[in-house]
């Protein structure tokens, strides 16, 4: 194995961004090459090891732990190609997606959507289906156009609606159960502005408006204060311009002092003394004030996330989104529970990928969300419950209890993808506990 690829010879105990997921591997390697990444597999097969890629951690389930080997794919970072006559950028793998919203920026180009952290690397986000909202653009897998991907025999396969069809089919969104993307050519468009509107709405009118407000605005989402009747709309649209960005004052302390250290102070408290929850939600839902601007697309998108947290979301079909969140809204009052996280509301379309949380119906997303360190008090076993009696499907990346019988019976294409792996990794060397769950055997 060339000295680039060497495993590292002290392997410590990795652990996921929020702090809830660890594993020891046996070894750590860091390739700086599609050749060093096939090596790496191939040595790993030999020594009988599985093999796991992570990205940034942000998963809050085991979706990456392995006790085998650990691709990190840090010096895989390259960017291979911008193709603006045919609007696709190809990148490696381990690219952040901050890094590739400033290239694209530069070159006058963008994303169609995105979530609203951009610290993910693109095969970690498009791997576990992370989305933002969007009446008809999709989450980031679906803006894949092409993947290079290194399978468990070490071959170094490119796939795409052209080529190697069917693993193009189940890889743009794979769960890192094929193989190691290594990496990805995404459609991408023209840059773009945003103007964004955010502001604060009652519960009722937000839900007796859901389908207007998701209709008539490109990417519409909000965010509901538990213990509270309040919560904050936002909704971003295209526009002409001219770009009129949050002053940096404003920007800083709305969007980093207020969400950040004030909210991490203010949940800290909450921890400590779970009866002031119930005012501190009161004071947080209404301290977000109206606000209007524009600026670049990812920079609407996007906002900074320091405080930690553990997250379930799941993905309803839109038909269902206001029925379940009048039932969640009812069960948390008469819960004892104290909650000091907004539940974040976001929508999407339907489309094909196989493993999507949208795959086949238009959707909408619920997701909660629990201060680190906070005791669970039920909350989330109650959520699934909620959320599973209305086909609910988990998000891949965020905790939840689902197996593959569940899952079989929610996913339409669930056995072509069981079916696909089987034929590409029989031997399950990408496999771990959580894939055993979640794909069965």
Same mark, same amino acid.
């Given at each position: ?124 986000? &498009? ?196 029925? %379940? ?42 997701? %909660?969300?629990?201060?680190?360190? &906070? ?67």
């Amino acid at each position: 194995m060339s000295s680039q690829a060497d495993p590292t010879n002290r392997p410590g105990v990795w652990s996921n961004w929020a702090g809830n997921q660890t594993a020891r591997p046996s070894r750590e390697v860091t390739p700086g090459s599609v050749a060093e990444l096939a090596e790496a597999i191939g040595a790993a097969a030999a020594d009988g090891l599985p093999v796991k890629a992570v990205g940034s951690g942000h998963s809050f389930t085991p979706i990456a732990a392995t006790d085998g080997v650990l691709i990190r794919p840090d010096r895989l970072t390259a960017v291979r190609e911008i193709d603006h006559k045919g609007g696709t950028v190809t990148v490696e793998s381990g690219l952040p997606l901050s890094r590739l919203n400033q290239l694209l920026e530069h070159a006058g180009l963008s994303l169609t959507n995105m979530g609203d952290i951009m610290v993910q690397t693109v095969a970690g986000a &498009t791997g576990t289906g992370t989305h933002g909202t969007g009446r008809s653009s999709g989450s980031l897998a679906a803006q894949v156009r092409a993947l290079e991907i290194v399978l468990a025999d070490g071959s170094v396969v490119t796939c795409s609606p052209s080529e190697n069809t069917e693993l193009f089919e189940g890889a743009r969104l794979g769960l890192g159960a094929l193989g190691v993307v290594s990496a990805i050519t995404f459609g991408v468009e023209p840059a773009f502005l945003l103007t964004a509107h955010e502001a604060p709405m009652r519960f009722d009118e937000v839900l007796d408006r859901f389908d207007e407000l998701a209709n008539d605005n490109e990417h519409f989402e909000f965010y509901w204060f538990p213990h509270t009747e309040g919560c904050t709309t936002k909704r971003n649209n295209r526009g002409p311009g001219p770009a009129a960005p949050l002053p940096a004052l404003r920007r800083w302390f709305d969007d980093d002092f207020v969400s950040n250290t004030v909210w991490e102070g203010a949940c800290r408290v909450g921890r400590a003394f779970p009866r002031s929850i119930p005012t501190i939600a009161k004071i947080s839902s209404r301290a977000w004030s109206e606000r209007t601007y524009t600026d670049v697309a990812y920079k609407v998108f996007t906002s900074p996330r320091r405080v930690r947290f553990v997250e379930m979301e799941y993905a309803v079909p839109r038909e269902a989104a206001t029925t %379940v969140l009048r039932e969640l809204k009812r069960t948390v009052e008469r819960s004892d529970w104290k909650i000091s996280f907004p539940v974040e509301v976001r929508v999407a379309p339907a489309d094909d990928l196989w493993l999507s949380t949208a795959s086949g119906r238009d959707t909408a997303y619920i997701a %909660v969300h629990l201060y680190r360190g &906070t005791a669970p008090q039920t909350y989330f076993t109650e959520v699934e419950r909620i959320m599973t009696a209305h086909q609910g499907r988990p998000h891949w990346g965020k905790l939840h209890t689902r197996d593959a019988d569940y899952l079989a019976g929610v996913y339409p294409r669930f056995a072509d993808f069981t079916a696909l792996r089987d034929r590409v990794d029989p031997g399950r060397r990408f496999g771990n506990a959580y894939l055993r769950q979640v794909l069965g055997d």
